[in-house]
């Protein structure tokens, strides 16, 4: 029927969730109404994001988070309008997010999902204005509903994400997730304050020319990294590296092109974390027909056993994982 075909371009987000929930007779509308409550997060932090130079929420917060980082005062603020968005909105019953040690109960109990989140991806690029992202999971709770949440909510595995997305605040603000049905790409006009959509079952070109690392680690990489760089630049690939991992997988997933973060002297399983960085990415490429290994292994088959342990990501263009694989391989 007409809902299984592409939706026109232009449609608004509302009206896009609401014919894919059709397409699911048994759909409750939860998800439909997490989604909206997430949306509508993402349009308050982009405001606070455009005017940030301007009401001292620049720079350093003043405290360290879990991850051992100064938390940026944006990472403060985006953690902040998230957690309230989600509470208000009533269908998540806890929160993970980068900046919080434990998980964050909402009192929603009886909340089916739980969501966990990087409110503010590429802190390091908030003073100098380029562009940021926010990224997020979604999860069916695997506890009794009424109860409190519990860690094996958040501890299903990559698999198990019902949903998963990311805002890039950029030229343009855009909102891209998808349910496990394609990706879909909305992009924000601020004078209407609504999502419409622009791309709808976007699919990542499976080889590409792109490669994005920060080659200051290039002493630590592993042998076959460095072979696979090496590889790259033998075919005068162009490096890219915005330093935002949000902007740097959003220019690959329409272009083509490979993200890679290894492990590192600093980080032994590589900086970017699992639960709210890995996994939702990682379930994203798929659905655009790429691919995402933190090693041997796709990163979502790791069976996750701490809210913000760290792994490996290498995600991108198909072929150009398989030529990074081919060098693991050579390596024995
Ligand atoms: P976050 O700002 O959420 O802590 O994530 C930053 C990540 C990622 O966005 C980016 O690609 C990477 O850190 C940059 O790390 P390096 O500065 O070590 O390259
Ligand atoms: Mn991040
Ligand atoms: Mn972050
Ligand atoms: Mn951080």
């Excluded at 198990?160 to 890039?168: D, F, H, N, R």
């Excluded at 080889?207 to 590889?231: A, H, I, K, M």
């Excluded at 590296?241 to 032994?268: E, W």
Aim: hydrophobic share 35%.
């Amino acid at each position: 029927n007409e809902n299984t075909l592409a939706s026109p371009v232009g449609t608004t987000l509302d009206r896009y969730i609401m014919r894919k929930q059709a397409e699911f007779p048994f759909a409750t509308g939860e998800l439909s109404q997490l989604l909206r409550d997430i949306a509508l997060a993402a349009k308050i932090v982009n405001r606070e994001i455009n005017r940030a130079g301007l009401m001292d929420i620049t720079g350093n917060y003043g405290a360290q988070n879990v991850q051992g980082e100064q938390q940026q005062k944006l990472d403060v603020v985006a953690n902040i309008r998230f957690i309230r968005a989600l509470k208000n909105g009533g269908e998540a019953c806890a929160i993970l997010s980068e900046e919080d040690d434990e998980i964050i109960y909402t009192g929603n109990d009886q909340g089916r999902y739980v969501v966990a989140m990087d409110p503010l991806d590429g802190s390091s690029n908030i003073d100098v204005n380029v562009s940021i992202g926010t990224i997020f999971s979604i999860y069916r709770r695997v506890s009794p509903m009424g109860s409190k949440a519990t860690r094996e909510d958040f501890l299903q595995g990559g698999r198990k994400q019902v949903a998963a997305g990311y805002i890039l605040y950029g030229s343009s603000t855009m909102l891209v997730y998808s349910t496990g049905h394609g990706v879909a790409c909305f992009t924000y006009e601020h004078s209407l304050g609504e999502f419409f959509l622009s791309h709808d079952g976007v699919q990542i070109p499976a080889q590409g020319t792109t490669f994005s690392c920060n080659e200051g680690n290039w002493l630590d990489y592993p042998e076959w990294v460095r072979c696979y760089l090496t590889q790259c630049k033998e075919r005068r690939y162009t490096g890219r590296y915005i330093g935002s991992l949000v902007a740097d997988y959003h220019r690959n997933l329409f272009k083509g092109g490979i993200y890679l973060y290894p492990p590192t002297a600093k980080n032994l399983n590589g900086k970017l974390r699992l639960l709210y960085e890995g996994y939702p990415l990682a379930f994203l490429i798929e659905q655009a027909g790429g691919k995402a290994l933190a090693g041997t292994e796709a990163v979502l088959d790791i069976v996750p056993t701490d809210y913000h342990q760290r792994a490996p990501l290498f995600i991108g263009s198909s072929e150009m994982v398989d030529d990074l694989v081919a060098c693991m391989a050579q390596e024995g």
